[in-house]
């Protein structure tokens, strides 16, 4: 409806509920009601089929803890210096208009935040179990949150001792519990056959479930570690041979991998399960290795994570156990037996539940080769958008995009992020859409100011905010502690809506549209 309206007119253009019974009996007050609530639903009636879709991408990022890749920096840190850290890295990722990090909480058995279970992490604090009065899990969720970013909690479920660290405190599980942990080349590894350790590693990401505002549990590809040889070259078992006697002997018929599958396959069930039942919200992500097996059919060649890291992801995918699922697809395009595109393709096709599905990509690998370019990573990020039914990748990590590898932040803003994007809706998860907000606008000046007030009990995440003048449509995504924008009233705007949008990217009905000249 393009209709423009005089000054008087807009003056009048507001419904809002009678202050005083009386005025409901006075003719002419009802007659201006009525009249603009006939106004206002033409208008929304009009405007309801030109409404531009905001851009629907998850774009994220990955930050390592572990060995200090990408935070801390360094574990001598001040807290001070800690909280600058987080600051400047949430400012880059707003900068870049990224919407999601994913940080890593629990590298081997140990805490990036306070946790009564598992001891504070050396790259944290200098020396496992050394306690500190900050909590960068808590503080990283604040801040994120008031830039409109998600905030996914990374956890290694099964890692015990990485070779990086050079303490171990009294309360870490390898002495508490020493009977669950397996020595393994040079790490520690709980032992994915114990029971004891399927509850005990549930235990430890539920309490994070529970008492932090995640968006989002994750893990990455590390399930039984990767294979280590002898100085023969031979591969060195993992040393469950305890447990898998004890198998047999209860009668157990399964292949030793089968039986080692089926017992991370019951972990990541009960992840899903206590988690959604905890806060149905809360995302439950998977990067695994990127390739399932081996594909002669593609041409696929590479390490077979079905076999060696007895991690069926494609069973996680096909079972809809998961939301999402960030295969880990770190080659070029060119790269033989392992082109990015071909195995996403593949991947796609396995996706027979429509879920998620946001690739995994290597930022931190530009300049490694001469295919592997920034430009490669852009042109990975557009191939993703041709997925359905839903877009979004996870870059391995931070540090590349902090250190501009390949002058890589210039060009993800001038050519894939140059507009803000919420993240794709997960349809599956049974959920009501927030309400629309209630908004006014407001002359100040040369703006125009719209202010709304958050509606009814679902949270927002984001606001969208649609403007319509003699060019058409434009919106801003803003993040919900925005409860304003101004615009310049050079643009004659004609209509504005402001739409909720929760964390499950579900957006409100459109409710209202206010005219302008």
Known sequence: MNKKLSEEEIDTLVVEQAETEDAWEKPIFVKRVLIAICLLLLCVSAQAETLPKPAREFRAVWVATVDNIDFPSKRTLSVDEQKAEIVKMLELSRELKLNAVVFQVRPMCDALYDSKIEPWSEFLTGKMGTPQNFDPLQFIIEEAHARGILVHAWFNPYRAYHPSAKTVSENHISKRRPDLVRKYGKYLWLDPTEPDVQRYSLSVILDVVKRYDVDGVHFDDYFYPYPEKDAGGNRIEFPDDKNWQKYK????????????????????????????????????????????????????????????????????????????????????????GLSFPVLLEWWQNQNVKNRHLWAGIATYRIGSNADFTAGEIVSQIETTRRIEPSAGNIGF?????????????KLLKSNVYKTDAIIPASNWIKSKKPAAPKTEIKKDGDKLKIIWQEQGKIKAFWFVVYAKDKNGWSYSILPSATKSIALSADRQIWQIVVTSVDRFGNESPIRKSILKQ
């Open 397 to 409: 990590s931070f540090k590349s995009l902090r250190n501009d590898l390949g002058g890589i932040q």
């Open 249 to 336: 002997n209860s009668g157990g018929k399964l292949s030793r991998d089968d039986w080692r599958r089926k017992n991370v396959n019951d972990f990541i069930e009960a992840v899903g399960r206590e988690t959604k039942r905890i806060k149905p919200h809360v995302l439950y992500g998977i990067s695994p290795f990127g390739i399932w097996q081996p594909i002669p059919e593609k041409d696929i060649k590479g390490l077979n994570a079905y076999a060696e890291l007895y991690a069926d992801s494609r069973k996680w995918l096909q079972d809809g156990t998961v939301d999402y699922l960030s295969p880990q697809l770190y080659w070029e395009t060119a790269r033989k």
